[in-house]
C-alpha cells in the first residue's frame, strides 16, 4: 500500500506529553481490587502455599511483601523515580496516519514504550528491581533472557543501581542474535550461552548433548542455581509475578492522563501479552475503574500468538513456571510447562503460561483474548511502520493486528470509537524476522490442541 501520509499537514494535536513532575508517585497494585484474592502459589516439593521464607534466598524481602500486598498504592522510591525520568513519561501518540490509510473514522492511539534505553517496557521494572536489591546488600543479580530485551533492561537497571549482572542466554539466541548480547556487555553484564559449564543444570545439559540448543526453561533453571547458591547474588524475573505487573502500571497512570488531556475516553484498550506485564501496565490503572464501577462498556483486548496461545487454548490450572520443575505451582493459563515452543519471530511472547492476575480477570470476563497469526502480525507492523514511522518490536505488532481488525469494524459500521494500545517495545533488533516477512519467507504456525492435551496430562494434581 502506498503511504505519505507521515507529510500529511494537520491541525489535530499529534503527540500528548507530561513533564516530569507528572511522573505518577505510586504503582497501582489490582489486588487490592479483585474481587476474590489470587489463588497462592504452592511449594513445588509439598504442594503447600508458599511463604516468604521460600522466597527470601531468590528475592529482598521488599519485593516478596510486594507480591503478596493487598495494598491498593505502593509508594515509588524517589531513587526510581530518578531513574525513570532518563525517559519517561513516555509521549502518547494519536496514530493520524494508521486511521488515513485505514480510512477508519475510529480515534486511534499509541503509548510509546521504545523510547526507553533498553527499547521497552521492561526497565520499568528491572529498575525497581535492581533499586530494591541494592537496598538491601545484593552485590550482584542473575537471570535469564530468550531473544534479549529481558537481558538488556536488566543490564542497565544493574548499571544504573551499581550490580553485577550474570544473563544465563538461550544459545540459539546467543548465536542467532548477537548484537542484544552486545548491548548488554555495553552495559557490563556478563552474558554467557545457556546451557553453560557454570551451574550444575547447565553441565548436565551439556553433557547429555553438546550442542544443546537451550530453553528458555533451561535458562530459567540456571540463573535460580546461581542465585540459590551464592549469597550475594539474587535472581529476578522480568514478567508474569505480581510485583513485576504493578511496576508496570506507570505505563496505565500515565496512558489515563493523557487520553484526558486529548479529550478522549476510550472505548477500547489493546495490549500484547508474553507473561501479561506490558498488558497489565497498561490496562490495570483503567481496570481499576471497571472494577469499582466507575466505568461500563469497556473493552479490554488482550493479544497472544498462535504459537504460543495460552489464555485461548491453555487451561486454567496450577503449573509450574519452569520446564525444570523448581519454581512455585501458580494457578494461571498455561500450555504446560513442558511446552516447546515453535521458532516464531516474537520470541517475547513464547512463554507457556500467564501472569495469575491476568489469567484471573480472564475468567472473571473483565477482559478478552485474541490469538493472531505471525503474517498477519508483520503484515499489521510494515503498515504502521509505514503510516506512522516507527518499528514496532514484533511482540508489539500482535496487538497492532487487532487494533488494525478493531478500526476497521469501526469503518463498516461508521462508529468513531476511541482506541489506545501500548507500544511496547521498539523492533531495531528484530530486522531478521522483518526481512524474512518482506521476502515472504515467514510461516503461520497454531499451536496443535493435542500437544496442549499431552503437556497438561502430566501436571501435578494439587488440592485447590
Ligand atoms: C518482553 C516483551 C513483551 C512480552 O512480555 P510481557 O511481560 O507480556 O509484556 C512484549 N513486548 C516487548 C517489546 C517485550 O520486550
Keep these: ?239 508474569v509475578l505480581n510485583h513485576v505487573l504493578m511496576h508496570q502500571t506507570v505505563i496505565g497512570q500515565e496512558a489515563k492522563k493523557q487520553l484526558e488531556l486529548a479529550g478522549e475516553r476510550p472505548d477500547i484498550l489493546v495490549g500484547c501479552i508474553g507473561g501479561g506485564s506490558n498488558f497489565s501496565g497498561f490496562a490495570f490503572p483503567f481496570i481499576a475503574d471497571k472494577l469499582t464501577g466507575k466505568v461500563k462498556d469497556l473493552r479490554i483486548i488482550a493479544v497472544e500468538p498462535m504459537a504460543a496461545p495460552s489464555i485461548t487454548k491453555g487451561r486454567y490450572v496450577y503449573d509450574f513456571g519452569d520446564e525444570a520443575m523448581m519454581t512455585p505451582l501458580v494457578k494461571m493459563h498455561t500450555l504446560g510447562h513442558s511446552f516447546m515452543p515453535a521458532p516464531i519471530h516474537a520470541g517475547g511472547l513464547r512463554y507457556h503460561g500467564m501472569a495469575p492476575s491476568v489469567s484471573a480477570l480472564y475468567e472473571q470476563k473483565q477482559i478478552e483474548a485474541v490469538a493472531v497469526h505471525q503474517r498477519p502480525t508483520f503484515e499489521a507492523a510494515v503498515m504502521f511502520a509505514r503510516a506512522e514511522g516507527y518499528l514496532p518490536a514484533p511482540e508489539s505488532a500482535h496487538a497492532i493486528r487487532v487494533v488494525i481488525d478493531e478500526a476497521l469494524r469501526c469503518k463498516e459500521s461508521g462508529q468513531a470509537k476511541t482506541i489506545a494500545f501500548n507500544l511496547s517495545g521498539h523492533g531495531h533488533f528484530d530486522l531478521g524476522a522483518y526481512e524474512r516477512y518482506l521476502n515472504g519467507e515467514l510461516e503461520d504456525y497454531e499451536y496443535p490442541a493435542e500437544k496442549v492435551r499431552e503437556a497438561l496430562a502430566d501436571l501435578p494434581k494439587v488440592a485447590v
Excluded at 33 to 55: K, N
Excluded at 77 to 105: M, N, S
Excluded at 109 to 125: F, L, R
Excluded at 153 to 177: H, N
Design 1 to 239: 500500500m502506498a503511504v505519505t501520509t507521515l507529510k500529511r499537514p494537520t491541525t489535530t494535536q499529534r503527540k500528548f506529553q507530561l513533564d516530569e513532575k507528572d511522573l505518577p508517585t505510586h504503582w497501582y497494585n489490582i489486588q487490592a481490587d479483585l474481587p476474590s484474592p489470587l489463588p497462592p502459589p504452592l511449594h513445588p516439593g509439598t504442594g503447600q502455599p508458599i511463604g516468604p521464607a521460600d522466597l527470601a534466598p531468590l528475592f529482598p524481602i521488599e519485593l516478596i511483601k510486594q507480591e503478596v500486598s493487598r495494598e491498593r498504592w505502593i509508594e515509588i522510591p524517589e531513587p526510581i523515580r530518578d531513574a525513570y525520568k532518563v525517559w519517561r513519561p513516555t509521549p502518547l501518540i494519536r496514530a493520524l496516519g494508521l486511521e488515513k490509510v485505514l480510512g477508519t473514522p475510529a480515534h486511534i492511539y499509541y503509548k510509546w514504550e521504545g523510547v526507553s534505553p533498553a527499547g521497552s517496557h521492561k526497565p520499568n521494572t528491572a529498575i525497581a528491581q535492581a533499586y530494591y536489591n541494592k537496598q538491601e546488600g545484593t552485590k550482584r543479580l542473575a537471570t535469564e533472557t530468550g531473544a534479549g530485551q529481558w537481558g538488556s533492561a536488566l543490564a542497565l537497571a544493574a548499571r544504573m543501581f551499581d550490580l553485577e549482572c550474570k544473563v544465563y542466554m538461550v544459545r540459539v539466541s546467543y548465536d542467532q542474535k548477537p548484537y542484544r548480547r552486545i548491548l548488554m556487555e555495553t552495559w557490563g553484564a556478563e552474558v554467557v550461552p545457556s546451557p553453560s559449564p557454570d551451574t550444575n543444570v547447565g553441565r548436565a545439559a551439556l553433557a547429555k548433548d553438546p550442542k544443546s540448543p537451550g530453553s528458555l526453561g533451561l535458562a530459567i533453571s540456571e540463573a535460580v542455581e546461581d542465585a540459590a547458591t551464592r549469597d550475594d547474588t539474587k535472581y529476578s524475573l522480568g514478567s
